[in-house]
């Protein structure tokens, strides 16, 4: 159950970004902060449609849309299976692991790139504003997993 604070907070940066607070924006803000991990927009769907929320996909796509453009959610499209995952932005960004085998996502809240960015910056004279990195490969499961075989 997310907490009034948590509701208020969301109130609050909707405000901020001239944003309508509708139960449908609220209702998906909820779900993304209680998942430990970016989720699809059909599990945010399937997740809102489980709790007795009616909402239609495309919707849930449009408010997805505008939380986007308005930068108080990220979007992430990874590259093997072209799907979109969400999640809402924080004050520290995430980097995250993907397996590539049962696709699970491990968010990494420590970032090794802000030396190198700002090594980027002063030699390219370039404004970095914010940056993401992905990096592929086995979960330590379906690594025992193809050991064992």
Do not use: W
């Not at 001239?18 to 209680?34: F, G, K, Y």
């Not at 709790?51 to 308005?70: N, Q």
């Not at 932005?89 to 190198?116: A, D, F, G």
């Amino acid at each position: 159950m997310i907490g009034l604070g948590v509701k208020n907070r969301y109130s609050k940066m909707l405000k901020r970004e001239n944003l309508r607070n509708t139960s449908h924006r609220q209702s998906i803000l909820e779900v993304m902060e209680a998942s430990r991990e970016p989720v699809s927009a059909e599990t945010l769907y399937l997740t809102l449609r489980g709790k007795g929320i009616s909402i239609s996909m495309s919707t849930v796509y449009r408010a997805l849309d505008v939380l986007v453009e308005r930068n108080i959610i990220a979007k992430t499209d990874f590259t093997d299976n072209n799907r979109s995952l969400f999640e809402i932005k924080r004050e520290e960004h995430r980097h995250h692991l993907v397996c590539v085998k049962c696709k699970k996502i491990i968010p990494v809240t420590e970032c090794p790139s802000h030396e190198y960015a700002s090594a980027l910056e002063e030699r390219f004279g370039f404004s970095i504003t914010s940056h993401k990195l992905e990096m592929f490969g086995y979960c330590r499961k379906c690594s025992k997993d193809s050991d064992e075989k």
